[in-house]
């Protein structure tokens, strides 16, 4: 069956370091993968999509990679900072439709001062 | 500003009785979203829509009813048939059938069962 693997358990870093957090899948064929951020008690939001042909996506100090041999994403924030605390999902989209996406459980950050 | 709106932020459902929790959007998206979220794991697809008056199961529909009758409104009724119904909802829309802008999510309602 289809799996996605987050580290579950939070990731603690000080601040200014950079952040990277890991998305490992199986049995899955992913034409897309996505990033979002969730804080506590809200919704997800979308922060970087990147395609099966690409190999590195970047949005300010974030930064995405993909690669489909290893079945892995890597997202990547440069200079944290303690606002960047919250959890990242990844979430991979077969492309096949509407129906096709699945999330994974998260990663907690915590950027400590 | 546009967005999903969600309401209520929480709700309490007694024992056999059924709830509605609504989701309004002003994005002009065409594809609408419920997913439940329980602690540990990721967020589970319940049902879909891609069009108004039309909408498919996702993967834990039973329990659970939507509608979507006009193209802003995605509501979704928790029956009392769906035994463990105590989580956090979340509407999501999307533009594109292949999702490749990502979704757009509300604020969430969490959900009791008292």
């Known amino acids: 069956s289809q799996k996605i693997e987050q580290n579950s358990e939070a990731l603690n870093i000080q601040e200014g370091k950079t952040a990277t957090l890991t998305c490992n899948y199986t049995n899955y064929s992913p034409a897309y993968l996505q990033w979002y951020r969730q804080d506590p008690g809200r919704g997800p939001v979308f922060l970087l999509l990147i395609r099966e042909n690409e190999k590195e996506k970047r949005k300010e100090r974030l930064k995405v990679t993909f690669d489909t041999t290893l079945k892995q994403s890597l997202f990547h924030i440069t200079a944290s900072q303690p606002a960047d605390s919250a959890t990242y999902l990844c979430a991979l989209d077969a492309g096949l439709g509407y129906q096709k996406v699945t999330f994974g459980i998260g990663t907690k950050l915590q950027v400590i001062p | 500003d546009g967005g999903i709106t969600q309401s209520p932020k929480y709700l309490f459902r007694k024992e056999g009785q059924n709830v509605t929790l609504s989701c309004e959007q002003n994005l002009n998206h065409d594809a609408m979203y419920w997913y439940r979220q329980d602690p540990g794991q990721g967020l589970r697809l319940i049902y879909y829509s891609q069009i108004v008056n039309d909408f498919q199961k996702g993967d834990i529909a039973e329990g659970y009813s939507v509608s979507r009758e006009k193209k802003e409104s995605f509501p979704l009724t928790v029956t009392s048939a769906q035994k463990n119904p105590t989580a956090f909802y979340l509407c999501?829309?999307?533009?594109?059938?292949?999702?490749?802008?990502?979704?757009?999510f509300g604020s969430g309602t969490r959900l009791t069962v008292v």
């Open positions: 999501a829309s999307s533009q594109h059938e292949t999702t490749n802008y990502g979704y757009t």
